[in-house]
T-cell receptor, first 111, second 113 residues
Framework: DAKTTQPNSMESNEEEPVHLPCNHS???????IHWYRQLPSQGPEYVIH???SNVNNRMASLAIAEDRKSSTLILHRATLRDAAVYYC????????????FGTGTRLTIIP | DGGITQSPKYLFRKEGQNVTLSCEQN?????MYWYRQDPGQGLRLIYY???????QKGDIAEGYSVSREKKESFPLTVTSAQKNPTAFYLC????????????FGQGTRLTVV
């Protein structure tokens, strides 16, 4: 299975943009890039996913490198409620039957 | 409202006892998953199922068993063979064959006493 690498932790000031990086140098052509986040003592929550093109939704944006070996989750204006562990995950195009989570990035928001 | 429900939220078990964690979804999803999470760690896949009466081992299946008799239900049994069962257990479901989001339950925290 293709693996992802993320920094263990990051800090950001409230109301500023946050860029969370993810490296996936062994990604295959059919792997989708997913992002989830997890608040303490809760189940993970879907954030965004994409294949090749950059994606935007109400929660965040996903910027995918042209060679697809890295991606960046962008929170445009961080709030205290965005403090969570963020997971970058790869899943195959024909089903996500094995979403494999790493340890993620713990994002701290500074008021 | 559609969603995925895990019960109970907290569970205590004596050593040597089997215990079953419940997971129910009303999202009409084909695929269901069980994950284990230890403090400060990521999620590790225990079992997953893509269709009724069929399931596959994940990365850490030893000491666990599952069944999928109904589409909406995927219970996990933690057996006495599991050496370190104290953990946070998460169930998830998703549409099979399409790359969309997985929905997670709120988890069951199991403690062996």
């Amino acid at each position: 299975d293709a693996k992802t690498t993320q920094p263990n932790s990051m800090e950001s000031n409230e109301e500023e943009p946050v860029h969370l990086p993810c490296n996936h140098s062994t990604i295959s052509g059919t792997d989708y890039i997913h992002w989830y986040r997890q608040l303490p003592s809760q189940g993970p929550e879907y954030v965004i996913h994409g294949l090749t093109s950059n994606v935007n939704n109400r929660m965040a944006s996903l910027a995918i490198a042209e060679d697809r070996k890295s991606s960046t989750l962008i929170l445009h204006r961080a709030t205290l409620r965005d403090a969570a562990v963020y997971y970058c995950i790869l899943s195959r195009y024909f089903g996500n039957e094995k979403l494999t989570f790493g340890t993620g990035t713990r994002l701290t928001i500074i008021p | 409202d559609g969603g995925i429900t895990q019960s109970p939220k907290y569970l205590f078990r004596k050593e040597g006892q089997n215990v079953t964690l419940s997971c129910e979804q009303n999202l009409n999803h084909d695929a269901m998953y069980w994950y284990r999470q230890d403090p400060g760690q990521g999620l590790r896949l225990i079992y997953y199922s893509q269709i009724v009466n069929d399931f596959q081992k994940g990365d850490i299946a030893e000491g666990y068993s599952v069944s999928r008799e109904k589409k909406e239900s995927f219970p996990l049994t933690v057996t006495s063979a599991q050496k370190n069962p104290t953990a946070f257990y998460l169930c998830a479901s998703s549409i099979l064959g399409r790359n969309t989001e997985a929905f997670f339950g709120q988890g069951t925290r199991l403690t062996v006493v």
